[in-house]
């Protein structure tokens, strides 16, 4: 059978490397090969290979990170299959970095070298590269990819997905020369990423614009926890700054306020290794506090050779920003990271629709609940790449478990034209951006992140989904234009999923609902309909 792959990150990848052993596979991806969030993760790989370390104490972490709202079933397959995975990798020759440290064989049965990032309870991050996992392993999986007989159409987009008769049958592209195609296959797998670009400040690379999800919504395909949103506590606070590595606080580094004061020893028992989620509303609410300024991120108690040795890559980057950081602290603020919702899917990837899945970033198995633990996502992409690969051409069950054992409420939603009449009868006043003067893109960063950003309230989520409703993308166009009505569409439904919950929980936070409710549903989940109509899907939909 034809599978075709969309994207090219370590869940594309593998998915095109395994599959391709029994069917014939076509890679696409926007960019360049090489060009996905994968080559920019620095930490590592969550996996417990260690001997004081097991699969269960992995879910533990990962269950406390996830606010009680990950699926149990997707969370034990990831830390279950993960260390086989990794020995995959190891196989496959990734330059995973090794200890010297006599003691650690035995502590941990092996020499590889391993970090601890928030809310982990063991050291269990191995890395290569020191702070370059991601692009380690990205350099060894396109190596390895080239080795199979694999169809690779770089810097071809994504528009829509091509469905008939209730089932995807293949795709419609832009191709390298601007020219619509359409690729026809027995099967898709979404690895396309997620959609970073919804923020003004995001670590993510400028191909995250949640083109996989937001066609796959306009296919009619069930989308799931669009609301979580995770923001990277340590972005380093300059025009064009990237990620600073949670590893670096893992090995030591502290955080400080403008007074020089460790502030969130007073937030959280864990302090600098919180939850992401907690770390990143702690620094928002003492960047505050001192009027705007950022806060300091204070590795100089590690060493100079060891952040060099141990953060080469970090090193380079703060000295490129003009800081020291093994002489002085380096300012930070929160970013928008990582989408813990997208396609909801089953632990094997398949989705509501027949002939697609979804793996990586772009999907939902609830496996990161409402707040990812530090590099899980890594695992996953592995892990559920793997499932998927070997499961795109076996039967579909009967009854389709989506997000797992979740209490899954799923609502339909207008589509984008609906959503368009609907605001321009309802929406009379306020900032009108139909004629195409406005860049949609800037608009819909603006309202993201001034109103749906790390902090949400009811007033500001009514005014969000409004400006949105009153905002049109380009119906056709280049990559550019295409980009920019995935935005949309998926900013809508952000703003719709986090108006909904009612609640804080995890990465959302809602200033009007501090508190979590625990009759809550773990997740919220939507499908469009061409017309505004509320219905009940039960959660094992059938197959």
Request: aromatic letters at 4%; charged letters at 20%.
């Amino acid at each position: 059978m034809h599978v075709v792959i969309v994207g090219s990150g370590i869940a594309g990848l593998t998915a095109a490397i395994r599959a391709s052993a029994v069917h014939d596979v076509t890679l696409v991806t926007k960019g360049a090969l090489a060009d996905s969030a994968t080559a920019y993760a620095q930490g590592g790989v969550a996996v417990a290979l260690g001997a004081d370390d097991s699969p269960a104490l992995h879910q533990a972490d990962t269950h406390v990170a996830a606010a009680g709202s990950a699926d149990v079933r997707a969370v034990e397959v990831l830390c279950t299959d993960g260390p086989a995975r990794v020995r995959d990798l190891l196989a496959l020759g990734v330059p995973f970095d090794r200890s010297t440290d006599p003691s650690a064989l035995d502590r941990y049965g092996d020499d590889l070298a391993r970090g601890r990032e928030a809310a982990h309870g063991r050291w269990r991050v191995v890395h290569a590269d020191g702070d370059a996992t991601g692009a380690a392993i990205e350099r060894t999986l396109i190596d390895a990819l080239h080795r199979q007989h694999v169809t690779i159409l770089e810097r071809t987009c994504l528009t829509d997905l091509v469905v008939r008769d209730g089932t995807v049958v293949g795709i419609d592209v832009l191709d390298l020369l601007g020219e619509p195609r359409r690729i026809d296959a027995d099967a898709v797998v979404l690895a396309s990423g997620g959609a970073g670009h919804l923020y003004r400040e995001t670590t993510n690379p400028l191909v995250a614009t949640g083109d996989g999800v937001a066609a796959a919504w306009r296919a009619g395909a069930v989308v799931a926890d669009l609301e979580f949103v995770q923001f990277h506590p340590t972005r380093l606070a300059v025009p064009d700054g990237g990620l600073v590595s949670e590893a670096v606080r893992g090995e030591g580094a502290v955080l400080r306020d403008a007074r020089g004061r460790r502030f969130m020893t007073a937030v959280h028992p864990d302090a600098e290794l919180a939850p992401r989620d907690v770390v990143a509303r702690g620094i928002a609410a003492a960047v505050r506090d001192q009027g705007g300024a950022p806060v300091l991120l204070d590795a100089t108690g590690l060493g100079a050779d060891f952040l060099t040795g141990r953060f080469p890559g970090l090193t380079r980057a703060t000295r490129a920003a003009g800081f020291d950081w093994t002489r002085q602290g380096v300012p930070v603020s929160p970013a928008a990271h990582y989408s813990m919702g997208g396609i909801a899917t089953d632990a094997e990837g398949r989705t509501s629709l027949p002939g697609l899945l979804a793996i990586g970033e772009a999907a939902c198995t609830g496996v990161h609940g409402a707040n990812r633990l530090a590099s899980n996502s890594l695992l996953e992409g592995l892990v559920f790449a793997f499932r998927a690969a070997d499961a795109v051409a076996g039967p579909r069950p009967g009854l389709l478990r989506l997000r797992g054992n979740a209490d899954l409420r799923v609502t339909s939603v207008p589509r984008a034209a609906d959503v368009i009449r609907a605001s321009r009868q309802a929406w009379p006043g306020g900032p009108d951006h139909r004629d195409g003067s406005t860049d949609v893109r800037q608009a819909v960063q603006a309202v993201m992140t001034d109103r749906v950003g790390l902090l949400r309230d009811a007033t500001g989520l009514a005014s969000a989904r409004r400006e949105l409703d009153a905002l049109t993308a380009p119906a056709t166009g280049g990559v550019r234009e295409h980009e920019d009505r995935a935005l949309l569409d998926l900013a809508r439904l952000v703003a719709l999923a986090a108006e909904t919950r009612t609640e804080s929980r995890g990465a959302h936070a809602r200033t009007d609902h501090p508190d979590t409710d625990p009759a809550a549903p773990a997740s919220y989940a939507w499908v469009a309909e061409t017309a505004t109509r509320h219905i009940a899907v039960p959660q094992e939909v059938p197959a």
